[in-house]
């Protein structure tokens, strides 16, 4: 079994209810891979008993043929390792005890925070072979020998060839009796012509150089006089994306060169000490590359193996030196860097030295509640619409206007979004827009990252953030939802400690805030302080510079009288205001509903009355499921705020101007023995209000009139648990489950 680690005992770990689809069937081709049988596989699926069925997984089995790059039991270990798992003989099996320092004989793991590179998110970066009139081959092969070779080093070449069985060119042993010094100011005199130095090539085939110094007295390993150099090539990837691994793993190169073909030859310092030192390093060295995605040759581990010979033309193609001294300067420069990839540590500052030239505060990215680099969480129940105060957030940052009554500062943003398809968040953002009534003028402010299907746990998105992040200048980045992202048990403080410690390398990193929303707990809230209501551990509360926390206000039936009438009397005057008619009706008639539309009728003729009539319900609608929020602040830079309250008049919220939200208290739970009794309808009428919230619910969550809507759309808006949205459906005519969500159906 793959590195002899048991993966049933990892896939106890792995619950296949929380696996997307493509996620479930890398399971079942690592176990494959593995050598495990079809049952393991199918035994583990059992446990989601909502998507199983019987006899899908030995049928998909049958299906994995396997592939060049086939997924394998590793993919199984590094999602329970994920969830963790601490397999037995592991090097330590607490996750929170610190890794030894690396040494040159260590495997390198995704573990160890060695992998810098995501392949998916790599931009190429291509080479331009130079022009004839401005190439000048001796010259660039004086640069290659001057930085790879002292004067007295023996060099070895190849320009001659030979034809081997299968038809293929080959090179010759080559020269290797004239030393660096010597080829220097032979090359000074030759005007370009390599062969009147080195001895006439073939153009079609090029030339060869060995990149370590010899002898003098043969080619082979034991000839190397210093082992200085390895070889980093690969013909399996495109030259764009190999210049781009080569630079952004920070290889110390001396020389890199292009071959004239499918590859750079990167010449790497090793400045090892012996050929033993030497062999281990460069296997260190090939396993960083392929850790973080680079398919290496890995025949190029001898140390008199031949390269490219800067200067040489091959089949019409130039190999020309592309650039000298990249990277970090040496080997032990590299390796000092990959270990500061997980020690970034600052020394301890002396505060006598610091007293008198104290650093300036960072500016406040929203007045009165966050600063730029800080971090804010924004929790909240289920319905009140926190994705869509935290795209409102987006939205006034990036055109630097107020939110919630608080004032923003101007910058770049990103959203992260983990939870909507594509589509469906890009519409959020421009239905905000809309609502709010302001003109996207800032558009380029706005970045959304749509990771949905594709999240990973926050230890492993944070590097990948800051990747892509870095020198972009955003001032904020919005993390939505973070139960896509936490790694660990909620309820565990020293958990959810490591896991928040994650967003403060991202603001550090990054010098940008760090906003994200977390879910209440279970149960009334209104008798609990804002730092209380978050679920999961006190963490949550503690770890952030802001706190800002959502809790639903109830709304008297009088209120929402008032609510409706207000709305109602609204779009009545926006009526009569469009037909020039607003002076005919007094202000006061628009107070309420009744009035509204008494008046409306006879001032209005009786077919402008009932082109008006959609507009009022429309405004009605919209004002009965107006829901009233309240928000809490626990700050540690600044000092407390008085309570926001607010109206979710979907899709944002709107400050109570009126004050009529101020005199209202949060719901609270009584105690067991104050409780009464229910008095509610009968079952009868109970399930003529279920039908009726799903109806609702529905129409509400079916923007596009597309007919079908997701469970968890209809979770959020109705605030219930999957199970019993799921049995609303099945008891209701007019609905049906499907594998992509809820459909409604056509009953004759």
């Not at 023996?154 to 060119?169: D, H, I, L, P």
């Not at 008085?642 to 009529?660: C, E, I, Q, Y």
Request: charge should be negative; include cysteine.
């Amino acid at each position: 079994m793959e590195n002899n680690l048991n993966l049933l005992e990892a896939l106890d770990h792995i619950d296949p209810a929380e696996l997307c689809y493509q996620d479930w069937l890398a399971v079942g081709m690592g176990l494959k891979e593995a050598g495990y049988p079809a049952s393991a596989w199918d035994e583990w699926s059992r446990r989601d008993g909502a998507r199983y069925h019987s006899g899908e997984c030995e049928r998909k089995w049958d299906s994995f043929a396997g592939t060049e790059n086939p997924v394998t039991g590793g993919t199984v270990a590094k999602m329970a390792l994920d969830r963790g798992w601490r397999p037995m003989g592991s090097r330590s099996s607490d996750p929170s005890q610190p890794v030894h320092p690396l040494d040159w004989d260590d495997e390198i793991s995704e573990r160890d925070g060695q992998v810098i590179v995501d392949r998916a998110w790599l931009e190429a970066k291509d080479i331009q072979e130079p022009a004839d009139s401005n190439w000048h081959p001796a010259k660039d092969l004086i640069e290659y020998l001057n930085i790879l070779f002292a004067p007295d080093d023996y060099v070895g070449y190849v320009t001659e060839t030979f034809q081997a069985e299968n038809g293929e060119r080959k090179p010759t042993r080559g020269n290797y009796d004239r030393t660096a010094g010597q080829l220097i100011e032979e090359l000074r005199k030759c005007g370009d012509d390599l062969g009147a130095v080195l001895g006439d090539y073939d153009p079609g085939t090029g030339a060869w150089i060995r990149y370590n110094p010899l002898d003098g007295k043969g080619i082979k390993g034991e000839n190397v006089t210093a082992f200085r150099y390895a070889l980093v090539e690969s013909d399996t990837m495109e030259l764009g994306e190999q210049n781009a691994f080569i630079r952004e793993m920070e290889l110390p190169v001396a020389c890199l060169v292009y071959s004239g073909g499918k590859s750079l030859h990167a010449i790497v310092h090793i400045d090892a000490s012996s050929c033993e030192e030497y062999r281990t390093r460069v296997d260190y060295l090939y396993a960083f590359c392929e850790k973080n995605g680079m398919e290496v040759d890995k025949q190029n581990r001898n140390p008199s193996r031949l390269s490219r010979l800067p200067g040489a033309t091959r089949n019409g193609h130039k190999q020309f030196l592309v650039e000298t001294n990249i990277g970090k300067a040496s080997w032990a420069e590299w390796r000092e860097w990959i270990e500061s990839v997980s020690d970034d540590l600052p020394d301890p500052e002396n505060m006598a030295s610091a007293w008198d030239n104290l650093p300036q505060l960072a500016p406040p990215l929203i007045e009165g509640v966050l600063r730029q680099g800080h971090k804010l969480l924004l929790a909240g129940p289920s319905k009140a619409g926190k994705s869509y105060a935290l795209i409102e957030l987006c939205i006034a940052i990036a055109e630097g206007r107020p939110w919630l009554g608080f004032s923003c500062a101007q910058g770049r943003v990103m959203y992260v979004n983990l939870e909507l398809d594509r589509a469906s968040c890009l519409h959020r953002f421009r239905d905000v827009y809309e609502a709010l009534g302001q003109a996207p003028g800032h558009l380029g402010n706005i970045d959304v990252w749509n990771l949905r299907g594709r999240s990973i746990p926050m230890d492993k998105l944070a590097p990948k953030l800051i990747r892509r992040a870095m020198k972009k200048n955003y001032i904020a980045i919005v993390i939505d939802p973070i139960y896509k992202v936490i790694t660990g048990d909620e309820n565990s403080a020293d958990q959810m400690a490591r896991f928040c410690n994650q967003f403060d390398k991202v603001c550090t990193e990054l010098g940008c805030a760090v906003i994200y929303c977390h879910h209440h707990s279970k149960g009334a809230q209104g008798g609990k302080r804002a730092m209380d209501r978050a679920s999961g551990s006190g963490v949550f509360a503690r770890d952030p510079d802001a706190l800002l926390d959502l809790i639903e206000l109830p709304v008297s039936e009088d209120l929402r009288k008032q609510v409706v009438g207000n709305a109602v009397g609204k779009a009545c005057g926006t009526y009569l205001q469009k037909l020039d008619k607003s002076g005919e009706v007094g202000q006061d008639d628009l107070c309420s509903e009744k009035a509204a539309l008494a008046a409306c009728e006879a001032v209005l003729s009786p077919r402008e009355y009932q082109d008006l009539l959609p507009a009022v319900e429309t405004a009605r609608k919209a004002a009965q499921a107006r829901t009233a929020w309240r928000i809490d602040g626990t700050l540690r830079e600044f000092p407390k705020f008085p309570p926001v309250n607010l109206w979710f008049d979907f899709p944002v919220h709107r400050n109570d101007v009126s004050g009529v939200l101020g005199d209202i208290d949060p719901e609270n739970e009584a105690p067991a023995w104050q409780k009464k009794k229910p008095s509610g309808p009968p079952p009868k009428d109970r399930k003529k209000e279920r039908l009726e919230a799903l109806d609702t619910a529905f129409d509400a969550c079916d923007l596009e009139g597309s007919g079908c809507v997701s469970i968890a759309a209809l979770m959020e808006y109705t605030g219930k648990a999957k199970n019993t949205v799921r049995a609303w459906v099945d008891e209701h005519p007019d609905f049906e489950r499907q594998k992509d969500g809820v459909r409604r159906v056509k009953n004759d």
